[in-house]
């Protein structure tokens, strides 16, 4: 819920941050990582949203997920 409450603000680094943070614990909380990427894609940071896809990438190939990657 933080961050959602981050992303609803506009604060895309501390979202993704605390995206991150539920991800290190729990590896199937991952979607947050979407709505952060394409925030960022609507702000042109393009590079950063690949980023913060990165992480998932493995884990969606692993459950066959691939179109979403």
Do not use: H, W
Request: glycine share 4%; net charge negative; hydrophobic share 50%.
């Amino acid at each position: 819920m933080l961050g959602q409450a981050y992303l609803e603000t506009g604060d895309l680094e501390m979202a993704a941050k605390a995206f991150q943070a539920v991800f290190l614990i729990d590896e199937s909380r991952y979607e947050g990582f979407f709505a952060v990427a394409q925030a960022m894609i609507q702000k042109e940071d393009c590079d950063q949203a690949a980023n913060m896809l990165d992480a998932v990438i493995p884990i969606l190939i692993t459950r066959r997920e691939t179109e979403r990657a």
